[in-house]
C-alpha cells in the first residue's frame, strides 16, 4: 500500500493550493485519515484529520482556512489549503490509518509534496 501526496506548489500569500493524497494496493479498509506538516526546523505537527464517515478536526492554527474532504470510492483524501500564510510553508504529508488484506491494523504515510507561500 503506498499514500502518494500531490498538489503543493509556489504560492503567494493569501492564495490557495489543494492537496491529494491517493492510496493505492490491496487494502481492506481505510479508518481515519491525516494531513500533517513540518517546517524547517520545527517538529512535525498535525494538521487535522478526517473519519471514514466524514467528521473533520483541526489545529487552531487552519482552523477556518483549511478544508479536509476524502473521497471513499477513490481512496483520495483532499486538504483545501485557502488564505494561505507565510507560516503555512512546510512539507505536507498524509497519513492513513486502515486494515490490511489480513485485517492487521496499519499505519501508511505518503512522501510528502512541498508547500511555499512566498511574495
Known amino acids: 500500500v503506498q499514500l502518494q501526496a500531490s498538489g503543493g506548489g509556489l504560492v503567494q500569500p493569501g492564495g490557495s493550493l489543494r492537496l491529494s493524497c491517493i492510496t493505492s494496493?490491496?487494502?481492506?479498509?481505510?479508518?481515519?485519515m491525516y494531513w500533517y506538516r513540518q517546517a524547517p526546523g520545527k517538529q512535525r505537527e498535525l494538521v487535522g484529520s478526517?473519519?471514514?464517515?466524514?467528521?473533520?478536526n483541526y489545529a487552531d492554527s487552519v482552523k477556518g482556512r483549511f478544508t479536509i474532504s476524502r473521497d471513499n470510492a477513490k481512496n483520495t483524501m483532499y486538504l483545501l489549503m485557502n488564505s494561505l500564510k507565510l507560516e503555512d510553508t512546510a512539507v505536507y504529508y498524509c497519513?492513513?490509518?486502515?486494515?490490511?488484506?489480513?485485517?492487521?491494523?496499519?499505519?501508511?504515510w505518503g512522501q510528502g509534496t512541498q508547500v511555499t507561500v512566498s511574495s
Open positions: 497519513r492513513a490509518d486502515g486494515r490490511d488484506v489480513l485485517l492487521s491494523a496499519r499505519t501508511y
Open positions: 494496493g490491496r487494502i481492506f479498509r481505510l479508518n481515519a
Open positions: 478526517i473519519s471514514s464517515d466524514g467528521s473533520t
